[in-house]
């Protein structure tokens, strides 16, 4: 198995992840390394939009995560030197083009770990006060809805900016799935610290998804949800013919999500993967208080009925009782197994 000597950045402190000479060296070597950017990225990128940033200051630049060349397309696109906050243990340890990533700047992050994310803002903010940029994905990770232009965010960049007193710059990148053109567009620097904290999250989203709804209505065909299901489908299974096995796509329902999700998953496995890593989706953040189904299920569950609330309640709980029946029977259905006869 590949190791690329960089696990050791998984347990590095704000002290010495990197050097301040390190620093300084990035971002004279930044001009050299957006050229070999540029000639190792496959797609062709369409930079569409870019605010005049000021060259005596930094930012703290925010982007949506969605495909596989991504990361590198927008490091291309900043005009200077950003170290990326990486959330990818598996390919930090063995895919040998991390190294790449190592040799930007970059701050590793184990998102399902409270005291590594508030580390990562005390690294994040030691180089924004060196002078340098930061380059996140405040979504949490690839976005796998089908019905959100941007996933809620973080508050990570709220926090950032506000202890440093620094702007954001929103950036979108787009790739529609089986096309070679990627388009790029950076909103104006926002001044974040200036609102309270979850207004700052709502009033980036709503710029970043606004500049997403831009690209997509420019350089994609509105279809009709048969049509896109029927592409999405096709899709599928000749990426399963190449692999030489279609029969678990045969068992998948008529269901524009279920194929939405194989897509997504194609795009995961474009890479080389060491470890089960489809289950990315556990680092969404749900946004402020926002009730999830889950929590609706969970306070059902605890609810005591009562003479005083039967009337209301009786039926929702009877509901709920037999959901829960059901989808125990089809578990045992599915997962035990079965007597011969």
Known sequence: MKSTGLKKYEYSTVENFTTDFGMELRKLFNPIWRNILKVAIHKHVHIEQYPKLDKNKNYIFVCNHSFDEDVISILRTIDRNVYVLNGSADQTEHNPAFLALWLNGMIYVDRKNDNSRKGAIDKMNRVL????????????????????????????????????????????????????????????????????????????????????????????????????????RNVVYKEAAKKGDTTYLDKLPNDLRDYYMELRKLAYQSQEWHGDVWDEEITMYSGHNVTTPQDALTYIDNIKVSKENAAILAKAIIRREEDKHYDLKNYMSENMPQSKK
């Open 129 to 232: 006060q060196n002078g340098n940029s930061v380059m996140l994905f405040a979504e949490g990770s690839y976005n796998n809805t089908e019905n959100r232009l941007i996933m809620p965010l973080f508050n990570s960049p709220y926090i950032m900016s506000k202890d440093n007193n620094i702007e954001v710059v929103p950036v979108i990148a787009f790739n529609e799935f089986g096309d070679d053109n990627i388009y790029i567009r950076a909103g104006e620097p926002m001044k974040l610290y200036e609102y309270e904290k979850y207004e700052a999250g709502k009033v980036l989203r709503d710029q970043m998804a606004t500049i997403l709804y831009d690209i997509i209505s420019e350089h994609t065909e509105l279809k009709s949800r048969n049509k896109l299901f029927q592409e999405m």
